[in-house]
């Protein structure tokens, strides 16, 4: 409560925050990946010196640097200022529980930037041995990037009992590994990193069906085969770390998958689009021929829509919560819910109090709390959105845009959007609980009235 609210119109902003992680996502695994992909398949072209090899694996680095240096930069960036905006209470917990592991994966961030950097212009100068250890010492610094950020991020989907019951109830904790070492943290790193293996071989694939023409027919070939392993390999890896993931989801996070239709919609859309992939890959494996810019596209969007309706299914199914458990979605902690209830929402947050005491002093009780019903009729509209943007604006817009009210409280008349936000978390699942007051569940109501639009049958 002691933040400014964000307001992006239209898309929201966690829908801005899920476009730009959407493709940092795709970016930052083919990092992973594919300094995997290239240190490996490097040592062998060097050891068997495959020449022909040799100079597709330098033009592959060409363009895998390209994207993965200056858009994976650009986009970590973006994601950064859009979470510090639109969820900066959430983030400054994790800044504070995982202080050690942001600085770690620094260093390790700022170890790949160099060691690209090297491995891409000293390729030819270097003898091969020492080109070979800036591969690899590439490769391995973004593993543990990985390795470090699903910590985090397995982190906000399941804390863990352990954690929770260090905590108490408390918003950091000095035992940084019970925090790290979460249970999603092994099988989410066992997903992902399968993942980073998947969506390197297909980039590999659409890279070589675009770039080698007819007269590299054996070069093609050669490639299908080594990428089509390497992709397998990845598949076998993040199926059970996909299986396991699930199994340590906490209840609700499973229950939302099947009680809420686009859920179980994008699992299922996430699932086929993972069973396509590998039916066409063993195809192309099968007649290495068939390989073409648009076998290649198909498998790339194939598996983009696997990878990013998985992310959409982990992020959705943490609501309530940003952080489970812990920061609820609306930016409020969890165990402060009662006092807020008790003290309302506009006079629990620094911004909102200090805004009703200069635009409404009027409303101001000698011991510092509100009277809301003295507020003049024609300004109980422009309080009810300053509620509305403290409690509903992170997930919901108002008038028009991702999952608007507007039409979302259409069928309902004003005594029922009242009992509606009274009664949040009981009537709908992974909502949270009304933080505020009776006072302001009536100014919220008001608001609502006001842009809903009209229900179109009798």
């Keep these: 409560m002691d933040y400014l609210w964000w307001y992006v119109p239209v898309i929201t902003s966690p829908m801005l925050i899920a476009l730009i992680a959407t493709i940092h996502v795709i970016i930052s695994h083919y990092a992973v990946g594919g300094g995997l992909f290239l240190a490996w398949e490097l040592t062998h072209a060097y050891r ?8 597709y694996l330098h033009s592959h680095a060409k363009f895998f640097v390209l994207l993965t240096v200056v858009m994976g930069a650009i986009t970590g960036v973006g994601i950064w200022w859009t979470i510090g ?13 995982f202080v050690f592991g942001w600085a770690t994966e620094w260093v390790y961030f700022v170890v790949e930037l160099v060691a690209a950097f090297l491995f891409l212009y000293l390729w030819g100068t270097l003898p091969r041995k020492q080109h070979l250890i800036i591969g690899w010492i590439y490769a391995l610094a973004a593993l543990c990037s990985l390795i470090i950020i699903t910590g985090i991020t397995g982190f906000m989907l399941h804390p863990g009992e352990e954690w929770l019951k260090i905590t108490a109830g408390e918003t950091a904790s000095s035992n940084f590994f019970a925090a790290f070492l979460n249970p999603q943290f092994l099988p989410q790193t ?20 675009i770039t080698l023409k007819g007269e590299h027919v054996r070069l093609r070939r050669f490639i299908v ?14 199926i059970p770390g996909i299986i396991w993931t699930y199994s340590q ?51 790339f969007c194939m598996a ?3 990878l990013a309706c998985g992310e959409f299914v982990r992020e959705a199914v943490r609501k309530p919560y940003v952080v489970y458990d812990l920061v609820l979605s609306n930016q409020i902690l969890k165990h402060k819910v009662p006092d807020i209830q008790r003290n309302g929402i506009l006079h629990s947050g620094f911004w909102t109090r200090q805004y009703i005491q200069r635009k409404f002093p009027d409303v101001l009780n000698s011991d510092g709390t509100f009277s809301l019903e003295r507020l003049p009729q024609e300004k109980r509209l422009e ?33 029922e959007k009242l009992h509606a936000i009274k009664n949040l978390d009981s009537m709908i699942y992974n909502m949270p609980p009304w933080c505020g007051n009776d006072q302001e569940a009536e100014l919220l109501a008001d608001y609502l009235e006001s842009v809903t639009t009209k229900y179109p049958f009798p």
């Design 48 to 55: 068997e010196k495959n020449e022909d090899y040799i100079n």
């Design 190 to 209: 066992l997903a992902r990193t399968g993942a980073a293996l998947v969506l390197t071989g297909v980039y590999v694939l659409l890279h070589a069906s």
């Design 249 to 299: 989801l906490p209840d609700s996070a499973k229950l939302s998958i099947f009680r809420a239709a686009a859920l179980t919609i994008f699992t299922g859309i996430g699932a086929a689009a993972g069973g396509l992939l590998l039916l066409m890959l063993l195809l192309v494996i099968w007649k290495p021929h068939w390989l073409s810019p648009v076998a290649g596209i198909a498998m």
């Design 85 to 97: 905006l639109a969820s900066p209470l959430a983030t400054e917990m994790l800044i504070n529980i």
């Design 383 to 415: 309080v009810g959105r300053v509620v509305f943007m403290h409690h509903c604006n992170d997930c919901h817009a108002d008038a028009a845009g991702y999952s608007p009210l507007s039409f979302l409280a259409s069928s309902r008349t004003r005594a």
């Design 304 to 306: 983009l829509g696997a």
């Design 225 to 238: 085969e080594r990428a089509g392993q390497f992709t397998i390999f990845g598949i076998l890896i993040a």
